[in-house]
C-alpha cells in the first residue's frame, strides 16, 4: 500500500491509492481526499499574495479509485477578493468540483491574544478508540489518526 493518498501522475493528473476508499464502497473514494486535493488546488490558483477563506464543494457523483484530472481557475480576478473555482474529472467526466474565496493577505500589527488553550494530550495520553473501530474495509478510516479530547462516538464529551 502506498503511504499517501494520491501520486502525482504527470501534468495536472493525481493517482488514488488504497488509502482512499471509503465505506460506501470499494469502488469509490471517501470525500475527504479529493476535497482536500480541490482544496490544495484553489490554493495554488490563489498563489501566496491571497488566503482561501471559504470553500464550498459538489460531490456530482462518486469519487472513483482511477486516475483524476484536476484543473482550476480564476471565474472572479479581483485585487482584493477573487473567486477560484477547481474541478475534477474522471475519464473526462467531472465527479467533483469546489469554489473558493480567496482575500488578499496583508501584515498586520495585531495585540497580543488572550490566555493561549492547551493542546489535546499527545500520544502517551491517548486511551484508544473506545469501542468502536472503523470498518477494516474502508482503508480511509484506517488511515486517518483519531483523538478525543474528552469522550468519544459513543460517549460524546
Same mark, same amino acid.
Given at each position: 500500500?502506498?503511504?499517501?493518498?494520491?501520486?502525482?501522475?504527470?501534468?495536472? &493528473?493525481?493517482? !488514488?491509492? *488504497?488509502?482512499?476508499?471509503? !465505506?460506501?464502497? $470499494? /469502488?469509490?473514494?471517501?470525500?475527504?481526499?479529493?476535497?482536500?486535493?480541490?482544496? $490544495? @488546488?484553489?490554493?495554488?490558483?490563489?498563489? +501566496?499574495?491571497?488566503?482561501?477563506?471559504?470553500?464550498?464543494?459538489?460531490?456530482?457523483?462518486?469519487? +472513483?479509485? %482511477? !486516475?483524476?484530472? &484536476?484543473?482550476?481557475? &480564476?471565474? $472572479?480576478?479581483? #485585487? #482584493?477578493? @477573487?473567486?477560484?473555482?477547481?474541478?475534477?474529472?474522471? *475519464?473526462?467526466?467531472? &465527479?467533483?468540483?469546489?469554489?473558493?474565496?480567496?482575500?488578499?493577505? =496583508? /501584515?498586520? *500589527?495585531?495585540?497580543?491574544?488572550?490566555?493561549?488553550?492547551?493542546? +489535546?494530550?499527545?500520544? *502517551?495520553?491517548?486511551?484508544?478508540?473506545?469501542?468502536?473501530?472503523?470498518? +477494516? $474495509?474502508?482503508?480511509?478510516?484506517? =488511515? %486517518?489518526?483519531?483523538?478525543?479530547?474528552?469522550?468519544?462516538?459513543?460517549?460524546?464529551?
Amino acid at each position: 500500500m502506498s503511504s499517501s493518498f494520491y501520486a502525482r501522475g504527470g501534468d495536472g &493528473v493525481f493517482l !488514488p491509492s *488504497d488509502y482512499t476508499i471509503g !465505506p460506501w464502497s $470499494r /469502488e469509490a473514494q471517501h470525500g475527504g481526499p479529493p476535497a482536500a486535493l480541490l482544496g $490544495r @488546488a484553489l490554493e495554488k490558483e490563489a498563489g +501566496p499574495e491571497k488566503q482561501i477563506v471559504r470553500i464550498t464543494y459538489d460531490i456530482l457523483k462518486p469519487v +472513483p479509485l %482511477t !486516475p483524476l484530472e &484536476v484543473q482550476s481557475k &480564476v471565474v $472572479r480576478p479581483g #485585487k #482584493k477578493v @477573487a473567486l477560484i473555482e477547481s474541478s475534477m474529472q474522471s *475519464d473526462g467526466v467531472t &465527479v467533483m468540483r469546489a469554489a473558493g474565496w480567496a482575500i488578499r493577505t =496583508a /501584515e498586520l *500589527d495585531l495585540p497580543a491574544s488572550g490566555a493561549e488553550e492547551e493542546p +489535546p494530550e499527545g500520544p *502517551d495520553g491517548y486511551a484508544g478508540m473506545g469501542p468502536w473501530e472503523p470498518d +477494516p $474495509r474502508t482503508n480511509y478510516l484506517r =488511515a %486517518t489518526e483519531w483523538r478525543f479530547v474528552a469522550g468519544g462516538f459513543f460517549d460524546p464529551g
